[in-house]
């Protein structure tokens, strides 16, 4: 399916960029939010483990900081490891020794 995706998104590529640069500049602005029309979009939220408090009774109590990232793409899911794509298309990845928490939301 992706293969399919590129030809077309090459073919228009190619047949806008042959009509001239301020024509190319509009047509691929209005591509670009065609495409994004369709795009999924999801919203990642970590909690990492920041600091663990000893009280006096002896009790751990885990600090926790939370961090919000918007992603387009995830490729790969597991309490130690997050890969995906950012907003951008740029290549997005967490990977830690220790387990963090998350939660995915599908926004768009």
């Keep these: 399916m992706n293969n399919i995706w590129q030809k077309i998104k090459n073919g228009v590529k190619s047949f806008f960029s042959s009509l001239g640069s301020g024509v190319s ?45 918007t992603l387009t793409a995830l490729t790969k899911k597991t309490p130690t490891h997050i890969v995906g794509k950012d907003e951008k298309g740029h290549p997005f990845e967490i990977k830690t020794v220790e387990p963090f928490d998350y939660t995915i939301r599908k926004t768009k």
């Excluded at 369709?38 to 919203?43: A, C, K, T």
């Excluded at 751990?60 to 900081?65: G, I, L, Q």
């Design 25 to 69: 500049s509009v047509a691929h602005s209005v591509w670009r939010w065609i495409l994004s029309l369709f795009q999924e979009e999801y919203e990642l939220v970590v909690w990492f483990h920041s600091e663990t408090i000893v009280g006096a009774d002896g009790l751990k109590s885990v600090a926790r900081s939370r961090k919000v990232f």
